[in-house]
């Protein structure tokens, strides 16, 4: 998925902490979306009632509507196949409300 230049959304469909035993993969279920959707400057969605995904599917649509681009061009221009890592930081200004960030973590260089 880091190769693929894509986000990634996902919605869990979880069952309540009180069901069934969990298997480690099932409860691990939401921390590896969460992580794999992070990686594309995506984001996940958990949802423990069926209810629940209209509503999702509400704020999924907000969030990519609301989008900003960044273009970002390295100082290192090796060609070296490698995965490079970004960050991005925001600054926050008094008066206004807290925002969020959602960004790739980071890009694959040209391997030529």
Known sequence: MLESDSQFYAIGILEPLEGRGRTPEEANGPELLGGLAEQTGGRAFAAVNPAELPDIAAKMGI????????????????HDGKYHRLQVKLVKKAGLPALRTAFRTGYFAPAQ
């Not at 969030?63 to 090796?78: I, M, T």
């Open 63 to 78: 969030e990519l509507r609301n989008e900003y681009v960044l273009y970002y061009s390295p100082k290192n221009l090796a």
